[in-house]
């Protein structure tokens, strides 16, 4: 196995690893809560945004070019989700349908910025003092964004089983969903207060 595609699962599995991995897993759920499955280039964007947003703070703090209190960004992490699925609760379907570029793409840049820091010290341990990280960065975040596609394709074929083929309301999945999340990241803020 090339050490591209061993960093390559190591993301995958960081991701898909729904014990360790499930605040990721709850805030990728909540970006697509609002989307329907025909919304899929939307989603597509969404999820690459949050990608790229992680991808260059996951590398900085690889590289140790910056360096954020662990603490922090484990409260921030969990602040971000709930920003996310609370914000849902009152958006307007008008307003995720029809804009080309949405608020939600600037925002899963920014929270990936965030979430990518919570990533780094996993990396960084098993890295270890290897100097040539460019590849396994790649290798790393193509992983993740894979796994990320994985999440969100399981996501919606739910979706589209209840809102599209049972007829459930669409306002009511997303209030159902974004309710829960929300709910579970105040858990985990307050389980991540520091001070």
């Known amino acids: 196995m090339s050490e591209f595609q061993l960093y390559f699962i190591l993301g995958k599995d960081h ?22 499955t025909r919304d899929w280039k939307k989603i597509l964007i ?20 910056i360096a954020v209190k662990a603490e922090l960004v484990e409260f921030l992490i969990p602040l971000t989700i709930f920003i996310t699925a609370f914000g849902n609760l009152f958006r307007k379907e008008e307003s995720y349908s029809t804009k080309p570029v949405q608020t939600n793409y600037l925002l899963a840049l920014g929270f ?11 990396l960084k341990a098993i890295l270890g003092k290897d100097h040539s990280v460019v590849t396994q960065l790649l290798a790393f975040n193509l992983g993740l964004e894979f796994g990320q596609i994985v999440i969100v394709g399981i996501f919606m074929a739910i979706s589209f089983l209840l809102v ?10 997303k209030m159902v969903i974004s309710s829960g999340i929300a709910g579970i990241a105040l858990i985990l803020m307050k389980d991540a207060i520091y001070w």
Do not use: E, K, P, Q
């Open 15 to 36: 991701i898909l690893d729904y014990a360790n991995g499930y605040d990721h897993i709850l805030f990728v759920v909540a970006l697509c809560a609002i989307y329907l």
């Open 46 to 65: 969404l999820i690459t945004a949050f990608t790229i947003g992680h991808s260059v703070t996951l590398a900085l703090a690889t590289l140790n070019v």
């Open 112 to 122: 990936g910025l965030i979430h990518g820091m919570g990533f780094s010290n996993y």
């Open 164 to 173: 599209d083929l049972i007829n459930v309301s669409r306002r009511d999945w």
